[in-house]
């Protein structure tokens, strides 16, 4: 069984028990309480989503290791590059792209576009990989996550190999892998707080702060600027408390929150 597979299975184990426990940790009296499974249930959570893009980041850096790659021939790495398309699910696009920013993709070719306006691309420039990437797809039109790499030649960056994963069918697949129960939310936030994971694929490039209350815009800053801890606000007229977790990988802010039950009125 693979690392990816154990940690699923896990976390299906997980999900089945119910969230709120009798024995809560004990934590600081400004901060409010999250309940010790529900944190280990998202730190699972993240690492099945942090394991899938791995994934596909081994495929980017193997095919920019490849002499078809390195040589910056289009006809002669496309092959290659299909291979890869052929094993990533989530309607991926697998794309090549010069320091021009000029790209291809396996599926069109040569596109006419350029991705030197994509925030992503001075990194790949820079000699570094790219993993969640939020971006509007060019050769798609598809809410996507990009995964890439750069391509070396004797020390310098000739190109770069990508992945652009469609954002809402990989949000669908982890929850119907998953399956968490419909009480509890789960979703990721990209570094400038905007939705990169989330069961509800409307919600999914949405910023969480301009559709909620205050108290959730409120959560959202404490969110970004915190390595890891618990939050309450109000959503859609319910009180929420949520556990939170920044990836190292990615750099997103997983968040796993229940929503608690009206009180009932003596």
């Not at 409010?32 to 249930?41: G, L, Q």
């Not at 190292?248 to 997983?254: H, R, S």
Request: net charge neutral.
């Amino acid at each position: 069984m693979t690392r990816s597979a154990r940690v699923l299975a896990f976390l299906s184990c997980l999900v089945l028990a119910p969230l709120v426990t009798s024995a809560a940790p004990v934590a600081p009296a400004a901060e409010p309480t999250f309940p010790m499974d529900a944190r280990v249930t998202l730190d699972a959570y993240r690492a099945v989503v942090e394991a899938r893009l791995s994934g596909v980041l081994t495929g980017t850096r193997a095919l920019a290791a490849t002499g078809e790659v390195r040589a910056g021939d289009w006809a002669g790495m496309r092959g290659p590059l299909a291979a890869l398309a052929d094993t990533v699910e989530d309607g991926a696009a697998v794309w090549f792209a010069k320091p021009d920013g000029s790209y291809f993709t396996v599926e069109k070719g040569p596109t006419g576009e350029s991705l030197r306006d994509r925030a992503y691309f001075p990194d790949l420039l820079a000699g570094r990989d790219v993993v969640g990437s939020l971006v509007i797809s060019k050769s798609t039109g598809q809410r996507s996550v990009i995964v890439a790499s750069p391509v070396l030649v004797d020390g310098k960056v000739t190109g770069a190999v990508g992945v652009s994963l469609d954002a809402a069918r990989l949000a669908a697949s982890l929850d119907r892998a998953i399956r968490f129960p419909p009480d509890v939310v789960v979703y990721a936030l990209d570094r400038e707080g905007r939705t990169a994971l989330h069961r509800a694929g409307e919600l999914i490039f949405v910023f969480p702060s301009d559709v909620g209350s205050p108290t959730l815009g409120d959560a959202v800053k404490t969110m970004l600027s915190k390595p890891e801890g618990v939050v309450e606000y109000q959503y859609a007229g319910s009180d929420r408390t949520a556990v939170f977790e920044r990836s190292e990988l990615t750099g997103w802010v997983f968040v796993l929150g229940k929503s608690h039950p009206p009180a009932v009125k003596p």
